[in-house]
């Protein structure tokens, strides 16, 4: 596996992933989902090793996913429980990480409603000079990495399943759509695709996709990243390839920034007559979990033409060992 | 283990349970049951395999049972919390199922306070020509197969240890007391009770026992079932070979079904005394957990010359180990 | 490892731990320690049995401890979710266990917030004649025997890092600070380092430590226990070898047991100042989480030239690992 480069040993946020890293993401994700394709579908790689899951925001189904990479390589994993911790007991969340690398964990997954704890604890981690990984696994609105990656696997897959690789999305068009000012998929997506070199259209309804949007990500660095910001559906959706549907979360509209689900549908929800504008072999994704009938229609959800939805699932398990085990190989 | 002629791969109600079928998990668990009295409990059947324990309404005892049972098959197992998971977020039971699926789940092993939840994923697996298997932990009112086939295997293992087999209880009579009318466990053990020839007696207080109730089970195929309906006590344990009584929700009395609990062991509690009407050696069996001094006494409860609860419990490891060993190979 | 001669299969309480059983502990511990430094952190030696957490007390940093330790001696795990459980649905703490004894459980360890709760299962298990051993994780303000090792394998490592014993600690001043009258963890702690030679100084507020408290341990067997309470730190901590800070539970400040958390760290905060007038190299040790700025400022906490608690909580897996192992062995 393609690990021979490989040097960094936490995953935060990709905005400083450069292009051989997404490559050897790719290519190992696509070993060991030849691996999940046998009927014994483990391998040896951590033996031994401990991974806590450290959800202080809960989530069955990224938690388990995690978990079953962690036990497809053979790791150990340790689950903790927000609603029963020490946190409640007012220990620090410092503290809380200390604790589990003092037990000896050696990778630390963790999903939190803030912004910046996985990178606190990845500093703190650093600063006393433990070798232990931190892997981001959702942080507020910041980022979601896991998922950008699995969704840049699903998409490259498609081309050249076996040798999946950046450059394949090189001049696509791919459309974001929902609320991006809240999305910490949206924000790591972004990062991924424009490194590619396909251009991204971000759209969404005006209080959740401000105008100035695209300058964070404009300029930052030295690719030249095609990002477009539009507040109706039609001029992200012509001739895309693909269509990236963002979850809405239903307090938005207690929070009035959305007028109704049903509203947002007829607006911005993605359906069979909608996806005619696109590319012929445009394909749909999502996040998951699904609203049926608010962000994506319910039958096109269920048509294996255009949804990717159940690959998106399939690869999040490849894409998590691979970034797993080459956090491992990042600290030797 | 006889597990050559097996096709069943989802375990979803006994109605249909062909004699074949019983005596294959019966003999089975057999095997299993002497794997477990090693010191090393464990086989490596289902290595690599993932088994996800999806319950939707959550029980320790039953899930703690199915978890070890996949442990000692060497499969990997992931916990459904359904307090933290996506349902909470709207989506569907079919598309949480899914989910599962696509993260590579071979078997997913279900309880639902709604009956049919099972069945309907079962349904949805075979359409989408999935291989997973669908296991009914417990469906509403509906059925309990597990449950059933771990009385029935408690009860024949007394016969004969090392065979046990349908056709032993030819002939024997077997008193169910309690709540049969909301009772999954009882639904499921009238099938495999009267498959085996047995007269099965069902009795209970007339709120919680229509005088119907039988004939949804009699004549409903072409086995000839031995089943009866009584309102007291009496009839039911006269020469019986075995009482099983039900638990008791304490839901019941809200709703007035039940007048009290002091009232319901006073008409329906099993005793010492009640059992001298029985045959010498009469066991008792409750498929925990137990209302002491409610559904059975407590003195009963702990007697070992009549008491089977404990080997029940001891059965459920090795017959859900032989079910979950003979769904895997019913899909090969 | 030191287990020929151990034939204890309960660890309940320290009360009457003899000294080569301390000793047992404390070399065992150190060889798993040196597993510990491995990059496969695991042994097989007790594969194939089952160890049961039932946390009736939450506690997700004991549970991960115990739940570590099982898994790197290979065996498997059940883990007992309170909220969820049969003990909601009228059933007692005793069936509960003999439901877990029944699945075929080796070993449970149970945390309850009750005293007296561990023993009573270890008689009914000792009384059925099985051999299944009792791990006492915490019972009420009662005992905490593994902590008290922890700390005494924390402590005696620091002597002698290859050879740990009891014997050590010989004219040792140790000062034990805080809620003593609430303390599980004190307790504990008591027995093990009176049992060593060493002079243990007990110091709180006269709400939470009674000036009898001090009777309860001396004479209470053959050894000369050296046992003294205080109201006052300053006496406590002159010349201290060791300052073990207990966890102040805020519950304590609305029953009025004490005024402020201000103003129990003015009196009773171990601080860097107030170690001045303790041995030059003395250390502090907590048995966490801790409340920063209570029982010990921030800055101590962080100083690794007095702070042992990360070293605490590293020894807690390998002394639940050596009392698993020995209680394992202790059955044959």
Redesign the interface.
């Known amino acids: 596996m393609a690990a021979t480069s490989w040097n960094r040993h936490h995953i935060i946020s990709l905005a400083d992933f450069q292009p051989f890293e997404y490559d050897a993401v790719l290519q190992t994700a696509a070993s060991f989902q030849e691996v999940?394709s046998?009927?014994?579908?483990?391998v040896p790689a951590l033996?031994?090793?401990?991974i806590?899951n450290l959800f202080f925001e809960?989530?069955?189904?990224t938690r388990?996913?995690f978990?079953?990479a962690a036990?497809?390589l053979s790791a150990?994993t340790?689950n903790?429980?927000p609603g029963?911790?020490?946190i409640t007991?007012?220990?620090?969340i410092l503290?809380?990480a200390?604790?589990?690398?003092?037990?000896?964990t050696d990778i630390m997954v963790i999903r939190h409603r803030e912004a910046g704890v996985p990178l606190a604890i990845a500093n703190e981690m650093d600063r006393l000079q433990t070798r232990v990984g931190v892997f981001n696994a959702g942080d507020g609105q910041h980022e979601h990495p896991s998922q950008a990656l699995l969704d840049l696997f699903t998409i490259c897959t498609l081309f050249d399943p076996e040798k999946p690789r950046l450059s394949l999305l090189q001049g696509k068009k791919i459309a974001i759509v929902g609320d991006i000012l809240h999305s910490r998929v949206a924000r790591s997506n972004i990062w991924s695709l424009t490194a590619s070199g396909a251009e991204v259209h971000l759209v969404g309804p005006p209080t959740l996709l401000p105008k100035a949007f695209a300058d964070f990500v404009k300029g930052s660095d030295e690719l030249p990243r095609k990002l477009f910001v539009h507040w109706s559906l039609e001029p992200a959706l012509e001739n895309a390839d693909f269509v990236m549907a963002l979850r809405i979360q239903?307090e938005r509209m207690t929070s009035h920034l959305l007028p109704s689900l049903r509203e947002y549908h007829w607006r911005y929800g993605i359906t069979g007559d909608r996806l005619q504008h696109c590319q012929p072999d445009v394909k749909v994704l999502h996040p998951?979990?699904?609203?049926?009938g608010v962000e994506i229609s319910s039958e096109l959800m269920d048509d294996p033409k255009f949804s990717l939805i159940?690959?998106?699932?399939?690869s999040?398990?490849a894409v998590r060992m691979a970034l797993l085990y080459l956090m491992s190989s990042g600290k030797a």
């Open positions: 999940l046998r009927r014994t579908k483990k033996q031994g090793q401990v806590a809960s989530s069955t189904r388990s996913s978990e079953l036990k497809r150990d340790l903790f429980a029963t911790s020490s007991k007012g220990e620090t503290d809380t200390k604790t589990y690398l003092a037990m000896g239903k998951g979990p699904v609203n049926r159940s690959q998106q699932v399939t999040g398990v």
